[in-house]
């Protein structure tokens, strides 16, 4: 049975700004490469054949990097939305360009989880379903979607944001579909999954069940999660492929300048060509490429842009500079 995949990228990240004026969120860098680049490596080794990327916003940033995917493993096509179709209108966009297949497997593009893909895919297929969605357990479930599911796993109910969540299982943006499920949506309209999709076929009588897995999981849609993220991979925290290879808890160009009484900790990422002189303290940061950090900084949990100057003695935490 061949499963394919739809990425979702065409968001225009609001929330993340200003780090999405000139980026789309997707080709962020987390942990020194683009974030769409976990979530393809993530379906390559699911055993996904193709994955189409759904995108709008800036669409023209990423085939450039990521090409046919054959240095990811993966065939990678593209889909362009005009106007905003909403999640349900971008995947029936995007299946126009997808080839026969058993099973499609949705991808929010702002979602790093380390859930185990293929025994969903699998838990998908031995129950029959119309529909899987990845479930995850939070303490607070009034900024998601909550769902009900019974104890053969199968939902109940999918309820958008609420005050008094009915569970604290959420909808954690990872979806399988069956084809006739995506030939159902209608064309060219703007349709909501999380509104109109599932409560309708949950309505309806139709299979939809929950795969529960409650391994990590992070919404990088906040600059703070996006540097969360980053740190997180590059520590170990969370496992992605994508991630370059490093010595230690940092990811550190071979071009950067370091001087040797700097201090690099926390998971940091210094890209290429960037210099960081004595004294200065960088923890848990993202250095863009050729920024010169001057003497006696202190660098927590922020973003530096590349080719940004940070004068001497400069204290930065949880900041955003250069974009």
């Keep these: 049975m061949t499963t394919s995949a739809i990425l979702l990228v065409g968001g225009r990240g609001t929330r993340l700004l200003p780090l ?8 962020l860098e987390v942990a020194g490469v683009p974030f769409t680049e976990h979530q393809i490596r993530k379906a390559a080794e699911a055993g996904i054949s193709e994955i189409v990327l759904a995108t709008s916003y800036k669409a023209d940033l990423f085939e450039p990097y990521f090409g046919s995917g054959e240095k990811f493993g993966i065939k990678i096509k593209y889909a362009f939305e005009t106007t905003a ?5 971008g995947i029936k966009n995007a299946a126009a360009s997808l080839g026969a297949c058993d099973q499609v497997v949705i991808f929010n593009g702002d979602v790093l989880s380390g859930h185990d893909l293929g025994k969903q895919i699998e838990f998908h297929k031995s129950s029959n379903a119309d529909v899987t969605l ?12 909550c769902v009900e599911v019974d104890n053969d796993k199968r939902v109940k109910s999918f309820l958008e944001k609420m005050d008094n969540p009915v569970s604290n299982l ?12 995506i030939s159902s949506i209608p064309v060219d309209q703007v349709v909501s999954v999380e509104r109109q999709t599932f409560p309708d076929l949950i309505s309806s009588g139709a299979k939809v069940f929950g795969y529960i897995d409650n391994s990590y999981w ?5 600059p703070a999660a996006l540097v969360k993220a980053s740190a997180d991979l590059v520590t170990g925290k969370i496992k992605s492929t ?11 160009s071979n071009t950067a300048q370091l001087d040797p009484t700097a201090l690099i900790e926390r998971g940091s990422v210094i890209s290429p060509e960037v210099v960081v002189e004595a004294g200065s303290k960088i923890s848990g940061s993202i250095i863009g490429s050729g920024a010169k950090i001057a003497s006696n900084c202190v660098i927590v949990d922020s973003i530096i842009a590349p080719n940004t100057q940070i004068t001497a003695g400069m204290l930065v935490f949880s900041n955003y500079l250069g974009f």
Excluded: S, W
């Excluded at 179709?85 to 209108?89: A, D, I, Q, S, V």
């Excluded at 990845?134 to 979607?145: E, F």
């Excluded at 992070?218 to 906040?222: C, K, P, S």
């Design 20 to 27: 999405t004026q000139h980026t789309p969120k997707p080709m």
């Design 218 to 222: 992070l919404d990088i849609g906040t």
């Design 85 to 89: 179709l909403g999640t349900g209108g």
């Design 242 to 252: 994508a991630t370059p290879n490093h010595l230690g808890e940092c990811l550190v």
């Design 134 to 145: 990845y479930l995850t357990q939070v303490i607070d479930a009034r900024a998601y979607g």
């Design 170 to 181: 959420i909808n954690a943006g990872c979806y399988i579909f069956n084809p006739d499920v």
